[in-house]
């Protein structure tokens, strides 16, 4: 502890300044500095407290990756349960989130490192799942105004803080106005948020932390359903019944609200009458599907990870019962875990000769089960559990995506074989409309050759080709890992959708993020349905991201309309065709 915390013993109970300042040490690849300057001014370089936890938090992306932190650090501290409960403040009516974990607990030196920027405890590293010293406070940032935390060990005293990110012109991080300690169960209990004190008592051991006055835009029916989805959806990715799948089928267990999570996605999911709506290759090999792999890492040592391989299956359009169906191609993606945790919202679409346009791939998912050590190391990033994930990091010289699908492609094939074998189905099954494509209306390949083409046409005529292809380019790949969006005019992302959705704005945020863009257009041939809502909730994202979305609708721009209307050409109809028979 620093000079300005006043030590208590087990019978006082008194309010404590938190030590509260970033953890700066010296860059060891500096050396030693020699001193052969005279004696200057010694500057006031303290950073910004607030703009400064606002910077940490920009990785945190959804209530859900909030809501993970805790758990992380709960299963960290060997928590076998951990409840959720989200609720609303019986005075304020304002939405809280509370986690409460029967882990070790702590004591006054565990809940300064807590509130402290860049504080890691001596246990954390590659063999636990948090431990950058970041996460728990931009979690809280982005997600609420006022975080409390309140811990106790077996035979301990309880201890409690919280941090308020209403107050303004602070000059310190030990400014009492922002962060406060208190020790002892008396005064504890005397300042803990009665929603709080409601789900402790006094045998607590463990934690409990609550995010009070949740920002407005997270409305509690729509936090419990995202966290709560069971179901595969084109969501589930972003729950925790997902992220925690492999952890979850083991000791350790989550509720919402009393309601136990069960793991969902890639071999978890069945439907109501409990029959499995996906496929696991290689149980024949291997009791859990589980192949194993060695690669060499950027350090030259050599790594053993492993990856399961599942297939999910469609739903018929006709009935709603799930059958063997490989569905669209180009849906094939890898998933990273560490330490049987999802490890990052980003995944690596399955690309190259053998997955592209391979309508046997369907919704074919690898999990990858990579050592901690290899992705903390050389791929922090996907650690961070950032929005930019994986696709667009690497370690300098190391081609990851070569070496990976060098050692899956042999699989993959397997998986592909057995899928023309077992699954594929044609017309003659009478499954109509799998995929989803509209079919009053062209492929939406056809809309962006179109637009591109248009494009150039009025913008870069007057270029060379060299030139143009500098300007303006089509189905663009981000770091050769398959991140794709449809064209990119001046490097502006341009993406067409059929008729745009709030998928299609999520797809853009996407883009944005991985290409560390703020600006982006989306073209929608058909008006967008509910065309009022569609916009104001373009609106809500670009204010809260801080984002640029350009609106453009064909159907109300003249020249657009002609050039998506008029009828399809030899070529066009020749790619439609084939379109036609691979469905």
């Known amino acids: 502890m620093s000079n300005n915390t006043e030590l208590v013993s087990e019978e006082t109970s008194i309010f404590i300044k938190p030590e509260f300042t970033g953890n700066f040490t010296q860059n060891p690849h500096l050396g030693e500095v020699l001193d052969n300057t005279s004696e200057g001014i010694g500057p006031d370089i303290t950073p910004g407290i607030l703009k400064t936890i606002s910077a940490l938090s920009k990785p945190i992306g959804t209530v859900t990756d909030a809501i993970a932190e805790n758990i992380d650090n709960s299963f960290d501290e060997l928590a076998t349960r951990v409840d959720i409960i989200v609720g609303t403040e019986v005075k304020s009516k304002k939405v809280f989130i509370v986690t409460k974990d029967n882990g070790n607990g702590g004591d006054l030196e565990s809940l300064n490192s807590v509130f402290k920027i860049g504080s890691s405890g001596p246990k954390k590293g590659h063999d636990t799942l948090g431990y950058r010293g970041v996460g728990i406070m931009a979690a809280a940032h982005f997600l609420c105004s006022k975080f409390w935390t309140v811990m106790r060990k077996k035979n301990g005293q309880f201890v409690a803080g919280w941090v308020d990110f209403n ?8 400014d009492p106005r922002f962060c406060s300690f208190y020790v002892g169960k008396e005064e504890v209990f005397k300042v803990l948020p009665q929603e709080l004190k409601n789900q402790i008592d006094d045998g607590f051991v463990g934690c409990a932390q609550m995010f009070q006055a949740v920002h407005p835009h997270h409305k509690r029916d729509r936090v419990i359903l995202k966290t709560l989805r069971k179901n595969k959806t084109k969501t ?3 729950v925790l019944s997902f992220i925690y799948r492999e952890i979850l089928c083991t ?5 919402v609200n009393s309601q136990e999570l069960h793991p969902s996605g890639h071999g978890h999911d069945t439907d109501v009458r409990g029959k499995p709506i996906s496929f696991t290759y290689f149980r024949d090999k291997e009791t859990d599907g589980k192949r194993s792999y060695v690669m060499k890492g950027p350090d030259g040592k050599n790594y053993e990870f492993h990856a399961r391989f599942t297939l999910a299956y469609v739903r018929r359009m006709d009935k709603s019962d799930w059958v063997h169906y490989v569905s669209t191609p180009n849906q ?16 690596i679409p399955l690309v190259g000769s053998l997955c592209t346009n391979n309508f046997n791939i369907g919704e074919l998912h690898i999990d990858l089960f990579l050592p901690a050590c290899f992705i903390d190391n050389f791929f922090p990033s996907a650690s961070d559990k950032g929005l ?7 370690h300098d010289g190391y081609n990851f995506s070569e070496k990976l699908f060098k050692l899956l492609g042999p699989d993959i094939s397997q998986c592909v074989s057995y899928n023309k074998i077992h699954f594929t189905r044609g017309d003659s099954d009478n499954i109509p409309n799998v995929g989803g494509h509209k079919k009053a209306y062209f492929p939406e390949r056809i809309y962006r050759d179109r637009i591109f083409d248009h494009r150039v046409e ?11 292809s500098k300007k303006i380019r089509r189905e663009v790949y981000n770091g050769g890992l398959g991140t794709r969006c449809d064209v990119v005019d001046d490097d502006i992302i341009v993406e067409v959708k059929v008729q745009a959705d709030g998928s299609a704005l999520g797809q853009c945020l996407n883009y944005m993020a991985i290409r560390n863009q703020k600006k982006c257009e989306l073209v929608s041939v058909l008006r967008p349905s509910n065309l009022n809502a569609f916009l104001e909730e373009k609106q809500k ?21 002609l050039v998506t209307t008029q009828p399809l ?14 469905k």
């Open 388 to 394: 930019n994930g994986i696709t667009n990091v690497g």
């Open 541 to 561: 994202i670009e204010k809260h991201y801080n984002v640029e979305i350009k609106m453009i609708i064909a159907e109300d721009d003249y020249m657009l309309k």
């Open 251 to 255: 000791t350790r267990r989550i509720f």
């Open 167 to 174: 107050c303004h012109n602070l000059v310190s991080w030990n």
């Open 569 to 582: 050409s030899e070529k066009e109809k020749t790619i439609v065709k084939r379109l036609k028979k691979k």
């Open 236 to 238: 589930s990715r972003n």
């Open 332 to 347: 094939g993606q890898i998933h990273l875990l560490r330490l049987d945790r999802e490890a990052s919202n980003c995944k």
């Open 458 to 468: 009025t913008k870069y005529k007057h270029l060379s080709l060299e030139e143009q």
